[in-house]
């Protein structure tokens, strides 16, 4: 499975860009993983509930349904 971004890419120049919650709980996996996960899934039209979860993340492992909503929220 190939990565789009390495992880130090992801966090040096995506990450700091995304606005934090100001509001509710805050993400228990790292921003990295999510960005990852949705970068993946635009650059390969795969849909939201067959993102391979285990082979993408290397820490604990995202349910799309997470990784849905930070899409949905980021995108408003």
Known sequence: M???????TIEMEIVPYIPLP????????PLYEIV???LYKLKTGVQ?????SSSLFSQK???WQ???LHYRI???
């Not at 190939?2 to 130090?8: E, S, T």
């Open 66 to 68: 997470l990784v849905y």
């Open 36 to 38: 990852n996960a949705i």
């Open 74 to 76: 980021w995108c408003r």
């Open 2 to 8: 190939y990565k789009l971004l390495d992880k130090d």
């Open 61 to 63: 492992v995202l349910s």
């Open 22 to 29: 100001k509001r509710g709980f805050a993400p228990t996996a």
């Open 48 to 52: 939201w509930e067959y993102l391979p």
